[in-house]
C-alpha cells in the first residue's frame, strides 16, 4: 500500500473518527495511508480478499453488486467520510472476508485505506463491549434466521403435505367407493343375464337386446347434465311409465336410468324387444350396464383427478427437473394454485387473466413457486376468509409481469416501507416469522435479477412480480 500520510486533524474532520482521542488518531495515522485513484478505476472488487478498510477523503464513488455477470449500480455519493471495504473485519476467521460490493472511482478519488487485520484488532480493544453486541447481533441474526428460515419451510412443507393429502383423500375414496359399488353391479349384471338368456329369448330379440345394451353404454358416456329440476321431471316420467308396465322399485330405477340418458321413447324400444314378463329384467340388466358405465366414469375422473394432482405436485416441487431452467410461468402459477387449494377458504373467489402469448422464461421453477406460494398465502390471510383473488400475468417491457391482487384491508402506509425487511410481519404472533416477503424478494432481485413492487390502499392490494424474459444462465 502506498500514497501519503495523514495528520490526526485530517481523520479528526471525518465523522467516523471525531469522537476518536489523540493516541487512536496516531495509531490511525500509523498504518493506514491516503490512496489515490484514477477515474474509472476500481478501488476494491467484490469476491475478492477484503484487504482494506476504505473511507472517502474526496472525489465521487459508486457501490455496484454483480449479478449473473452484470455490475448493478447500488449507490454513488461524493459525501466525505463514507466507508465501505473489510467493514466486519472485527468478526475475523468466524466469517469469510471478501468484499460483498465493488466500489468505482466516477472521478478521480483519494481514500483513506486501513488494512483489514488492524482495523479489525482495534475494534476489538477500542470498542469490546460494542463488538460483543455486533457480534451477538451479526452472527445471532444469521443464526436465527437460518433457523426460523428452516422452520417457515417445514411449516409450508406440512401445510402444503396436509393440503395434498386431503385433495388426494376425496378422488382416491370415491374410486374405493365406485369399484366396491361396480363389483356388486356387475354380479347383479350377470345374474339378470342368466335370467333373460333361459331360453325364453329367440336368438333375434336377444341379439336386439344386446344392440339396445351398447345403446345404453353410449346414452351412459354421453348423458346430458340436467339440472335438479330437470333432473326431477325426467326421473317421474320414467318412473311413471316403469309402474305402468309392472316394473317394481321404479323409484330405485329412474335416477339411474335417467343419469344415463335414457327416457320413455327408449325404454318403448326396450319392451318391443321382449316379451312382458321378461320386461323387468331386461330393464334392470339394462339398467346394470347403465351404472356399470357411470361408475367406471367416476373411477376414471378419480384416478385422471390423482394424476392431475400427482402432476401439480411434481411441477410445484420441480422433482424431475433441474434447478435452473427454462419454465411457463403460468404451469407454475397454476400448479401453486392446485397445491393451496386446500389454504383458500370457500369465500374467496380466484380469478385468473393469463396472457397466453407470453414466452417461456429461463428461472428457477421450484424458487419462484415458493415466491408464489408466499404472496399467495398472504393474499388469502389479508382477505379473512371473503374476497377475490386475482392473479394476472402481462409483458412489461423486457419483463414478464405477474400481479397476485387481493381485496383485503391494505397495508398502511407506515409500515409499507418495511414488508420486505427480515422478521417483519403484521400477522399476529405466532402466525408469522416474517420472512416470507423477505425470501421472496431474494429469490426475485437477486437470484432472478428481477424486481416487486407492491401497491396497495384498502380493497386493492397489488404485487407485481418483474421477472427478464430473456437472461443467460446464472452461477448457482
Known amino acids: 500500500m502506498t500514497g501519503r500520510r495523514l495528520t490526526p486533524e485530517d481523520l479528526r474532520k471525518l465523522f467516523l473518527f471525531e469522537a476518536l482521542d489523540d493516541d487512536q488518531l496516531i495509531w490511525l495515522t500509523e498504518r493506514g495511508w491516503a490512496v489515490p485513484y484514477a477515474a474509472g478505476s476500481p478501488v ?24 449473473r455477470g452484470d455490475d448493478v449500480e447500488i449507490s454513488r455519493t461524493e459525501q466525505v467520510g463514507v466507508y465501505g471495504g473489510a467493514t466486519q473485519a472485527y468478526l475475523g476467521d468466524r466469517v469469510p472476508q471478501l468484499y460483498n460490493n465493488t ?15 488492524e482495523f479489525g484488532g482495534a475494534m476489538r480493544l477500542w470498542f469490546p463491549m460494542a463488538m460483543h453486541l455486533l457480534e451477538g447481533l451479526f452472527i445471532g441474526m444469521r443464526n436465527n434466521q437460518n433457523a426460523i428460515a428452516e422452520r417457515e419451510r ?30 356388486d353391479k356387475v354380479a347383479g349384471m350377470r345374474h339378470k343375464l342368466a335370467m333373460i338368456a333361459d331360453g325364453r329369448l329367440d336368438g333375434e330379440r336377444l341379439h ?21 329440476l330437470a333432473a326431477s321431471d325426467a326421473e317421474d316420467q320414467v318412473g311413471d311409465w316403469l309402474d305402468e308396465h309392472d316394473v317394481t322399485s321404479a323409484w330405485d330405477l329412474a335416477p339411474t336410468l335417467v343419469a344415463g340418458g335414457v327416457d320413455v321413447p327408449w325404454l318403448e324400444d326396450v319392451a318391443s324387444c321382449v316379451p312382458g314378463m321378461d320386461l323387468e329384467p331386461a330393464v334392470r340388466w339394462l339398467s346394470y350396464t347403465i351404472e356399470t358405465e357411470l361408475l367406471m366414469g367416476e373411477i376414471e375422473d378419480a384416478v385422471a383427478r390423482i394424476s392431475g394432482l400427482v402432476g401439480a405436485a411434481k411441477q410445484y416441487s420441480q422433482l424431475d427437473r433441474g434447478p435452473f431452467q427454462v419454465v411457463d410461468v403460468h404451469d407454475l402459477l397454476d400448479a401453486t394454485l392446485i397445491m393451496l387449494n386446500a389454504k383458500i377458504p370457500q369465500g374467496i373467489r380466484v380469478v385468473t387473466h393469463y396472457d397466453r402469448d407470453l414466452p ?9 413457486n415458493q415466491v408464489w406460494t408466499n404472496l399467495i398465502d398472504n393474499a388469502v390471510s389479508a382477505m379473512h376468509g371473503s374476497g377475490t383473488l386475482t392473479i394476472t400475468t402481462s409483458r412489461e417491457a423486457e419483463c414478464l409481469a405477474v400481479e397476485i391482487a387481493d381485496t383485503g384491508a391494505g397495508i398502511p402506509p407506515e409500515v409499507r416501507p418495511r414488508i420486505f425487511e427480515p422478521f417483519f410481519t403484521t400477522k399476529p404472533v405466532g402466525e408469522g416469522t416474517g420472512l416470507g ?34 437472461e443467460p444462465a446464472p452461477t448457482a
Open 44 to 67: 476494491y472488487t467484490e469476491g475478492e480478499p477484503a484487504t482494506c478498510f476504505v473511507v472517502v477523503l474526496s472525489g465521487t464513488v459508486s457501490l455496484s453488486r454483480n449479478v
Open 103 to 117: 466500489m468505482h472511482a466516477i472521478t478521480d478519488v483519494e481514500v483513506y485505506e486501513l488494512p483489514a487485520t
Open 154 to 183: 417445514l411449516l409450508a412443507l406440512g401445510a402444503l403435505s396436509a393440503g395434498l393429502t386431503h385433495e388426494l383423500n376425496n378422488p382416491a375414496a370415491a374410486a374405493v367407493r365406485a369399484t366396491a359399488v361396480l363389483r
Open 208 to 228: 336386439g337386446l344386446v344392440e339396445l345394451q351398447e345403446t345404453a353404454v353410449k346414452k351412459a358416456a354421453n348423458a346430458p347434465k340436467r339440472s335438479a
Open 360 to 368: 417461456p422464461i429461463p428461472a428457477y421453477g421450484a424458487e419462484l
Open 437 to 470: 416477503l423477505d425470501i421472496s424478494y431474494r429469490i426475485v432481485v437477486k437470484k432472478h435479477h428481477g424486481d416487486i413492487r407492491v401497491a396497495s390502499e384498502p380493497g386493492d392490494t397489488r404485487f407485481t412480480v418483474l421477472l427478464p424474459l430473456e
